[in-house]
Structure formats: C-alpha cells, structure tokens
C-alpha cells in the first residue's frame, strides 16, 4: 500500500514511470474503486434520503464506470487494454486521488468549496491526461481529448443510470433530473390549458353579448 502511495504522490508531482511499474494487488485497486464510490455518495444529496440505496448506486456506477474507462482510453491511445488491463487501471484510479478530499471541502463555505472542487477537478484531469501521455507515447493533447470524450459518454451513462436507479427506488431522483423537457413540456402544458381557458372565456362572453342583441 505504501508503495501505491508513493506512486500516486509522484503522479500529482507530474512523475511518470512506465506503464509496467503501475503493478499492485487486484484488491488494492478494488479497494479504491468502492472507497471512490463511497466518498462520492456523501456528496450527492440529491439522490434522496436512502442511505443504502444511494451508497449502494454511487459504489456500482463507479465500478461500472472505471471498467469502461480502462478499454476506452486503452484503444484511443492504442496501447492493448487487455494486456495492460491493470496498469491502466492504476493510473486512472491514482489520477482521481483528490476525490478522497471531498468530504473535507464540504466543510468549507459554499463558494470556497465550489471553487476548490473546480480546481481539483482541473488539476486531476492535468495528472491523468499527463500520466496516460507519458506512458502511451501519445501527445497530451489527444489524451486530454480521449478523456474529455469519455466524460461526455459517461454523463448520458449517469443519467441512465440515475433513471434506472430510480424506477427500482434505489435512489429518489426526480423525474427533471433526467428528463429535462419536464420542466418545458410542464410550462407548455400550462400556457395552452391558461389559452385554452381564455379562448373559452371569450366564447361565453360572445355568446352572451349575442344574446342581448336579439332580445327585444
């Protein structure tokens, strides 16, 4: 463990071995993964009071979502992600280190953290993005874009997810968290019912007024 440690400092230092040294115990780096998914379900409120079931939810779309990483990245940077399943693993989990330091920000003000959250997230994706170059050969830049196109996927995978979740009441999400033409549809469905009964309005008021016209 201590010699993961030390990797992971020296990541976060832009210090780069080769992509054999990355070599630890597979329960070391299952480890990691489900105490990613337990630091992120403190943080996610919003996925409703089960405790459980939010932990739970956080924990195996964590798992589901670094196993799909390591072959995505693996391919894009052309480096034999069954081959070197493990090490590419590594550096993805010790590149997301700072994740453990989520519950400490949430302590600070609301715009501090805030703040600090974006800079972590900066500075994480400058480690990864640096270590995956360095070990693949491959420019930074095309490792950043890799990365950055595997986030866009893993956002409509979260909301698959998060709505999956939900039905099964794992989680409470709302209806808008993953739908968001609720909110429209719901703002449209009342401006036609509010015409609707308008338009009405005005036919009862034009046919009374016909009315008055024809009486003698």
Not at 120 to 129: K, Q, T
Not at 136 to 160: E, H, K, T, Y
Request: proline content about 6%.
């Amino acid at each position: 463990m201590n010699h993961l440690l030390g990797d992971a400092l020296d990541l976060y230092r832009f210090r780069v071995k080769s992509l054999l040294d990355y070599r630890y115990p597979w329960w070391q780096l299952a480890l990691l993964i489900t105490l990613f998914g337990l630091v992120i379900s403190g943080g996610t409120p919003e996925l409703g009071g089960n405790l459980p079931g939010r932990i739970g939810f956080c924990i195996a779309y964590n798992w589901l979502e670094t196993l799909l990483f390591v072959p995505f990245i693996g391919l894009w940077l052309r480096v034999p992600p069954l081959r070197f399943c493990q090490p590419l693993l590594a550096i993805s989990l010790l590149g997301s280190g700072l994740q453990l330091l989520q519950p400490l920000v949430s302590w600070l003000p609301g715009d501090v953290a805030d703040g600090l959250l974006l800079v972590s997230m900066v500075y994480s994706m400058l480690v990864l993005c640096n270590a995956l170059s360095r070990v693949s050969g491959r420019g930074r830049l095309w490792a950043a874009i890799g990365v950055l196109l595997f986030s866009l996927c893993s956002a409509f995978l979260m909301q698959s997810a998060w709505f999956l979740a939900s039905r099964q009441g794992w989680v409470d999400a709302p209806l808008s968290a993953w739908n968001p033409f609720v909110g429209s549809q719901g703002a449209n469905g009342d401006v036609s019912t509010s015409t609707s009964s308008s338009d009405a309005g005005d036919d009862k008021h034009g046919a009374a007024d016909d009315q008055l016209t024809v009486m003698p």
